[in-house]
């Protein structure tokens, strides 16, 4: 553990707690995009497989936080409502997490980069589909390229909360739905990483490092939700998630 964290210096650390904080503040106001912000902030600091070590246990609890905040009645309603997607999702992203260290990491990369390139350019373009709920074909596609991303990269919420999003989901309950989604894809993330040896007694110290900056930054994030035009601030946050996920693709590419 010592060896690791002694192997990028403490300015290194500094931009990755920071990277998490921003990532929390971002969560707490939307509630989604922090896999993105870590995989791709983090990313670019320690490296791909790193991050996706280091997003698991932020990731895990900031959405149980997020799923159970109107109680777990409400929260198994909405499990049950999404039924399909979680099930195909859930199945998609044990496989695929099992790629993760036989990919070469120029399509890693690819792989992370892309979707997030792709979700931030349509969202920006004002591009909302509408969908009725009795579209099962479309629940079990979208609910297998998110569990796919997901499995592969830790990053399952723009396929997520398009879908929601097309389905005219109400805000609070479009909140709740999405800490139920990506807790229970955070759960199997966490047991198949622990499978695939990237989460592991040595990267388990990333991820610790990173949860309380991320538990502070979803705090303030809340407070701010109200008192913040939500609208402006998400496309603020797309256009940073595009430069992110631009930059990673830049690194797949150049190297």
Known sequence: MIEL????????????????????????????????????????????????????????????????QQGPKAALTSVRRFRIFLSVGLVMLLASSQLVTLLPERWFLVGIGAPIVLFAVVQLLGWQPRLSAGHRGTEVGIGAFAGFIGGMSGVWGPPTVAYLTALGTEKS??????????????????????????????????????????????????????????????????????IAGLNLLRRAVMG
């Open 173 to 242: 309950e479009q909140m709740r739905v999405q800490g139920v989604i990506y807790g229970l894809g955070a759960v199997a993330l966490t047991a198949a990483h622990i499978v695939s040896g990237l989460f592991n007694s040595v990267t388990f110290w990333i991820s610790v490092a990173l949860l309380p900056p991320a538990l502070l930054g979803m705090a303030l994030g809340s407070k701010l939700r109200g008192r913040i035009d939500q609208a402006g601030f998400r496309r603020a946050t797309l256009a940073v998630l595009l």
């Open 5 to 68: 964290f002694s192997q990028f210096s403490i300015w290194t650390w500094g931009i990755c707690l920071a990277i998490a904080l921003g990532a929390g503040v971002i969560k707490g106001m939307v509630g989604f995009a922090m896999p993105m912000i870590l995989v791709s902030g983090v990313g670019s600091v320690l490296g791909p497989e790193l991050a996706l070590a280091g997003l698991i246990l932020p990731t895990l609890v900031t959405n149980g936080l997020q799923a159970f």
